[in-house]
C-alpha cells in the first residue's frame, strides 16, 4: 500500500540526479516554499549545488517570526526540507525552481505546519485503504489598483450586471489569460477549462484534479502565479473573497473523491440507477458527507477564514440577484444553494463555501478528517435538498433540519473552538494558533471605523 503522505527522504544519489536534471533545464536556485497559518509561502533560497543540504534540513528559520508556527523567542529554530516530488520551475523566472516544503523540529516532522498535517491526516486514510482525490476551481479578480489605493475594473466595456462567460470581455483580458492558460499546462496540470466569471473582472481556471497533496500545492503556487502575472500587465490579481459588496465573491470549491489505494478506482462511484438518490453516489461517498455536515459550522471557519469571507456567504446582500454563495450546512445535487453540492454524473462531491482566501493544506486536513469520521461512524446525511433554499421560510428549512453557516468570523471561530473533532485532528496547538490569529483579525476588524459607518452616522446624530 502506497500513500502520498511519505514524510521519507531522498537519497543522496537521487538528488544528484534531480540536480542534474535541474540544471540541464536551466535552474540555478532553489525556493523551499513552505506556508504559514494564512497558506501564505515562506522560504528561502538556495544554490542549486547546495539541494543537498537543504534536502537535509539545513535551511532554519526563527518560527517566531512567523504567523501561525506556535513559537516563542527563546525556541530553537525550525528548518524546511523541500519535497522533491513536486518541484516547479517558475513559467516567468526560468532559473528557479520551487519545491514546496514541510517544516521539522529536532528532525521531526513540525505538526504545527498545515502541510505536515494534510500529509498525517492522508496517512491515517491510508491505514483505512483510502486516497483522497482533490479538485480546487481556481476564480480570481484581475483589477487595477487606483492611487487612493481602491480597486477597480480595469476594463471599461466589462460592466454587464450579468457577466459570466461573457466572451468579449474575455478576450479583452487575453494577454494575460492565455499567459495563465499556456504556464497550467506546461507545468503538466492539464487545464480543461477556462472563462470569464460571474463577475466584472473576475476569472476562473479549472485544471485535472489530482491526489489532495498535489492540488494544494498547486493551488498555493497558481495563486503566486497570477500575481505574477497580473503585475507585468500593471494589474492585480487577488483571491479576496468580496472585495466588491455588488458584484459575485471569490470561491475556491473542493471537489472531492476517496480513491481504492490498490486499484486507484473511485470509491465514491456508481451507477445512478444503483443510488437510492440517483445522484451517482455510493454509500461511502454519502458517509463522507455526513462527516462533513456533522462539522460542517465548524469547518467553515477554515474553508472561509477571513472577516471578508463572510461578505461573500450571503444570499444576495447588495447585488441585483442570487450570490450563488452558500449560507447552509446542507447537500444536494447539482443545486448551488446547498454548502455541498453533487455535480452531474456523481463519484464526487463539492464543497462551495471555500473561497479564495483559504489555506488548502488546513480544509483538506479538516475535511478528510471529517469525511473519515463520518465513514467510521456510518452516518447518513439523509435526504439532498434539491429546492431554491434561498426562497424557504425559516419555518420550511427549520422543518427539513437545515442550519445556516456561521454569519461571521467571530461566529465561525466560536463553534471551531467548541467542537472537540478540530482539536483531535489537529492537535492542541495548531488549533489554538489557528484561534488565536482568528480571533486578533476579527478585534482588530471590529475595532476599525469604516466609510460605511461614517456616511451612516455622522450626519444622522
Given at each position: ?24 533545464k ?8 513552505y ?48 519535497d ?20 521539522t ?7 504545527l ?60 483580458q ?59 500587465e ?23 473523491s ?57 444570499r ?10 452558500p ?32 489555506n ?40 427539513r433540519?437545515?442550519?445556516?453557516l ?30 488565536r ?25
Amino acid at each position: 500500500m502506497k500513500s502520498n503522505a511519505s514524510f521519507k527522504q531522498k537519497s543522496k544519489s537521487s538528488i544528484k540526479k534531480i540536480q542534474a536534471s535541474l540544471a540541464e533545464k536551466g535552474v540555478k536556485y532553489c525556493l523551499g516554499a513552505y506556508v504559514d497559518i494564512h497558506g501564505i509561502p515562506k522560504g528561502k533560497v538556495v544554490p542549486l549545488a547546495h539541494l543537498d543540504h537543504m534536502a537535509h534540513g539545513s535551511e532554519l528559520y526563527t518560527g517566531y517570526a512567523l504567523d501561525g508556527l506556535g513559537q516563542r523567542p527563546n525556541d530553537d529554530e525550525i528548518a524546511s526540507v523541500p519535497d522533491l516530488d513536486h518541484i516547479i520551475q517558475l513559467p516567468w523566472q526560468s532559473e528557479m525552481a520551487w519545491m514546496p516544503a514541510d517544516n521539522t523540529f529536532h528532525g521531526e516532522p513540525y505538526p504545527l505546519n498545515t502541510r505536515v498535517a494534510l500529509k498525517l491526516q492522508l496517512q491515517k486514510a491510508a491505514e483505512m485503504g483510502f486516497g483522497m482525490n482533490l479538485g480546487i476551481e481556481a476564480e480570481l479578480f484581475v483589477l487595477k489598483q487606483n492611487e487612493d489605493g481602491s480597486l477597480s475594473v480595469p476594463n471599461p466595456d466589462d460592466r454587464l450586471t450579468k457577466p459570466c462567460y461573457d466572451a468579449r470581455c474575455f478576450l479583452d483580458q487575453f494577454t494575460w489569460l492565455d499567459r495563465m492558460a499556456t504556464a497550467i499546462n506546461d507545468l503538466g496540470w492539464d487545464l480543461y477549462s477556462f472563462d470569464h466569471e460571474d463577475a466584472n473582472g473576475q476569472y476562473e481556471f479549472d485544471f485535472k484534479y489530482a491526489d489532495a497533496l498535489t492540488t494544494c500545492d498547486r493551488f498555493t503556487f497558481l495563486r503566486l502565479m497570477a500575481k505574477e502575472f497580473a503585475k507585468q500587465e500593471g494589474l492585480l490579481a487577488t483571491f479576496m473573497p468580496k472585495p466588491f459588496a455588488n458584484k459575485t465573491g471569490t470561491g475556491a470549491h473542493f471537489n472531492m473523491s476517496l480513491y481504492d489505494l490498490e486499484t486507484g478506482s473511485n470509491l465514491f462511484a456508481c451507477d445512478p440507477a444503483d443510488d437510492p438518490h440517483g445522484l451517482g453516489l455510493t454509500k461511502l461517498g454519502y458517509q463522507f458527507i455526513g462527516g462533513v455536515i456533522k462539522h460542517g459550522k465548524a469547518l467553515c471557519a477554515v474553508l472561509a477564514p477571513t472577516v471578508n469571507s463572510y461578505k461573500r456567504l450571503v444570499r444576495q446582500g447588495d447585488m441585483p440577484y442570487f450570490t450563488w454563495a452558500p449560507v447552509f450546512n446542507s447537500f444536494g445535487s447539482n443545486n448551488r444553494t446547498n454548502s455541498i453540492r453533487v455535480p452531474m454524473g456523481g463519484g464526487r462531491f463539492e464543497s462551495r463555501n471555500a473561497d479564495g482566501s483559504v489555506n488548502p493544506y488546513l480544509a483538506a486536513t479538516l475535511l478528510l478528517a471529517a469525511g473519515l469520521e463520518g465513514i467510521r461512524e456510518g452516518l447518513d446525511p439523509g435526504l439532498p435538498q434539491e429546492d431554491n433554499l434561498y426562497e424557504l421560510t425559516e419555518a420550511e428549512r427549520a422543518a427539513r433540519g437545515i442550519e445556516f453557516l456561521p454569519q461571521n468570523l467571530a461566529e465561525a471561530i466560536d463553534v471551531f473552538e467548541a467542537d472537540p473533532f478540530v482539536t483531535e485532528v489537529l492537535g492542541q496547538a495548531l488549533r489554538d494558533e489557528f484561534v488565536r490569529y482568528k480571533r486578533r483579525e476579527w478585534n482588530e476588524y471590529h475595532l476599525s471605523v469604516t466609510a460605511w459607518e461614517v456616511k451612516r452616522y455622522s450626519h444622522l446624530f
